[in-house]
């Protein structure tokens, strides 16, 4: 089992910054990848982006450009820095932790989750 516990949401304007962070305990972080997605009110759950091991990444096309991934396996911990926030950017964003280090976009593939962090961009 693993538990993952996100940070850093609030409130931001447009235009501004925001750093997510994403606390991983039970096994063996290092070996996960790990994905981060959100979901608005009344709209599915969309990937976001994804970091493997070794620091390879995926990004969404719409918000590529405006994120950087990342992670600190000896912390356990894994980061999304979010630049340039547009009040669509609005959601409750959430780290997720997949067993097979395959990137992917499917949130059904992906084993753990977060309880999410609410970010909330204001115009």
């Keep these: 089992q693993v538990q993952l516990v996100e940070s850093g949401g609030g409130l931001e304007q447009s235009g501004g910054s925001l750093r997510l962070s994403c606390v991983a305990s039970g096994r063996a972080f290092s070996r996960l990848l790990m994905g981060w997605f959100r979901q608005a009110p009344g709209k599915e759950r969309d990937f976001v982006a994804a970091i493997r091991s070794n620091g390879d990444t995926l990004y969404a096309d719409?918000?590529?450009?405006?994120?950087?991934?990342?992670?600190?396996?000896?912390?356990?911990?894994?980061?999304?820095?979010?630049?340039?926030?547009?009040?669509?950017?609005?959601?409750?964003?959430?780290?997720?932790?997949?067993?097979?280090?395959?990137?992917?976009?499917?949130?059904?593939?992906?084993n753990y989750w977060g309880q999410g962090t609410q970010v909330t961009v204001s115009s």
């Design 62 to 110: 719409s918000m590529k450009g405006r994120l950087h991934v990342s992670r600190d396996n000896a912390k356990n911990t894994g980061y999304l820095q979010m630049n340039s926030l547009k009040p669509e950017d609005t959601a409750v964003y959430y780290c997720a932790a997949r067993e097979l280090s395959i990137m992917s976009r499917i949130s059904s593939n992906y």
